[in-house]
């Protein structure tokens, strides 16, 4: 063979070489692009277009649940992810011993699902006695983050603080005497007016009135004689308090339309941080507020936001001076939400609180904001507006109609209820006692349950020696463990707390 073919055939060999090697990267390289899509959760439909599907994280209390998918049962059981073509899906969760969990969820492509309430209980469970209570009550709170009960009989200074977060309750008497305002020869004759618990559960805020007269007290669970009467302390009269910390520190007080921020550990209180407020809202140091004030011998109304330490506030919108606006903030999965109803209507941002900026206008910041919900109708204009103990739900209330707003896909949910007295059983589940029977329901009224029913004495045989034991409308609560029940009966001359163990 001469040169020049040996030439030919090494040019040959050499371009199949390239030829095969480029196929190779190639073949890898969409493999590998396949893969990624793949993961991305696209797909090929049967219509041959390309497709992306949503990711679903599917947990369940307790663990183990089987799960179906538009009646298919899927391969594991919760806690699990999976990829789920969007639209709309029927799920079902069962586990032997167990009630049912169904509900329909809503997949959007490319989105995260996080679906991590669903509860089952169950079934067959043992009511049990823990505490005897006086039977003329004059509060029973539970704690939001559900380890504690704090209750007390009427007039009385000295009341009880039960811990639930383990197996065992344990009780722990706390002598008011020198704490609460209106006590006279040993009884309380003044009114608890607002109670609410600490994130920690440390601390319990209360405003109690005597004699036309209201006062702010900080109550010290851990050491009574530590807590603090802030309105004796600083001299001033507060219409609205706010927490700002767990281990409440620090408070935004509302005083002659002031907005003043306090400091507990060292008894300091702020110069003015904002003026002619009307009302306002908080998530840790950040403020949503209402504020009117006169220009021209005419009344204007705004809603803002406030960035602790900032000269300002930012004005979010400008509404007519007569609507009714109730206001609400929230931080769930480090965006934050602000959210406001002006009359009916409901508008809800997400993103982070505007920073304030002199000599920059405010549509700057605002531009920085993501519209969740843009003029939402509700029945009217609600009475109450807040966000739900573990900050996931916005929830509007008119006596007994109810709007929930799910801040994780901003979804809306609206029903009626049987009852005007609605409590959170646990971070996503609600509860009223309706006709004797405590009934639930997760927060867009779906998986209805009748949990516990009035009872006759050969129910209670085991714990009780009352005729008839009827269930009390007060607030239920399930345990920080998601272990235990917790809920209050009624006899013709005790009332009792009584337990039920809702999972294994």
């Known amino acids: 063979m001469d040169f020049e073919e040996r030439e030919r055939q090494k040019r040959q060999h050499m371009i199949k070489v390239v030829i095969a090697e480029a196929g190779m990267v190639f073949a890898v390289v969409a493999i590998v692009a396949v893969a990624m899509l793949a993961s991305m959760g696209f797909f090929v439909s049967s219509d041959g277009s390309i497709e992306q599907s949503g990711l679903a994280q599917i947990h369940s209390m307790p663990t183990g649940a089987s799960v179906e998918l538009d009646g298919s049962t899927l ?8 990829t789920i073509s969007a639209g709309e899906h029927n799920i079902k969760m069962t586990r032997s011993g167990y009630d049912a969990w169904e509900n329909t969820i809503k997949v959007r492509s490319g989105v995260l699902l996080r679906l991590y309430y669903p509860r089952l209980f169950l079934e067959n469970r043992v009511a049990e006695k823990t505490l005897s209570l006086d039977k003329d009550l004059e509060f029973y709170l539970p704690s939001g983050d559900r380890t504690s009960i704090i209750y007390a009989k009427k007039a009385s200074t000295e009341w009880q603080l039960v811990n639930i977060e383990g197996d065992e309750t344990k009780v722990t008497k706390l002598d008011l005497a020198t704490v609460l305002p209106g006590v006279k020869d040993g009884s309380f004759v003044g009114k608890l007016e607002e109670m609410r618990w600490s994130g920690n559960s440390d601390y319990l805020l209360l405003k109690a009135s005597y004699d036309g007269k209201a006062e702010w007290i900080l109550l010290n669970l851990k050491d009574v004689k530590r807590s603090l009467n802030l309105t004796q302390t600083f001299g001033l009269n507060f219409a609205q308090v706010e927490m700002i910390d767990d281990s409440a520190n620090r408070l935004f007080v509302l005083e002659n339309h002031h907005i003043r921020r306090i400091n507990t550990s060292d008894g300091t209180i702020s110069q003015v941080l904002l003026s002619d407020i009307e009302s306002f809202a908080s998530e840790g140091l950040n403020l949503i507020y209402v504020q009117k004030t ?3 011998s005419k009344t204007e109304q705004k809603i803002g936001t406030y960035r602790d330490g900032e000269r300002s506030g930012v004005t979010v919108a400008e509404v007519k001076p007569e609507a009714t606006v109730k206001v609400a903030l929230a931080k769930y999965y480090d965006e934050d939400y602000l959210a406001y109803f002006v009359d009916d209507k409901l508008t809800v941002y997400y993103g982070a609180v505007p920073n304030y900026h002199e000599n920059v206008d405010d549509n700057v910041e605002l531009a920085n904001l993501q519209v969740l919900l843009l003029d939402e109708s509700f029945a009217a204009a609600p009475q109450t507006f ?9 929830v509007a209330t008119r006596d007994k109609h109810y709007m929930v707003v799910s801040l994780d896909a901003g979804d809306i949910f609206e029903y009626d209820v049987e009852s005007s007295k609605v409590h959170w059983l646990d971070s996503s589940m609600m509860s009223a006692v309706i006709d004797g029977t405590l009934k639930v329901w997760d927060y867009d009224f779906t998986n209805r349950r009748a949990l516990v029913t009035s009872r006759k004495s050969e129910d209670l045989a085991a714990v009780t ?10 607030p ?4 920080s463990n998601n272990k235990w029940l917790y809920y209050l009966v009624k006899s013709s001359d005790k009332i009792v707390l009584m337990r039920e163990k809702i999972r294994d």
Do not use: G, H
């Open 75 to 82: 391969f594991s059981r919760t806690n699990l992810s999976r």
């Open 476 to 479: 239920a609560v399930i345990t």
């Open 294 to 296: 006169m220009k021209d």
């Open 465 to 474: 020696t009352v005729s008839e034991a009827q269930v009390l409308d007060y």
């Open 386 to 394: 807040a966000v739900s103990p573990e900050r996931d739900y916005l």
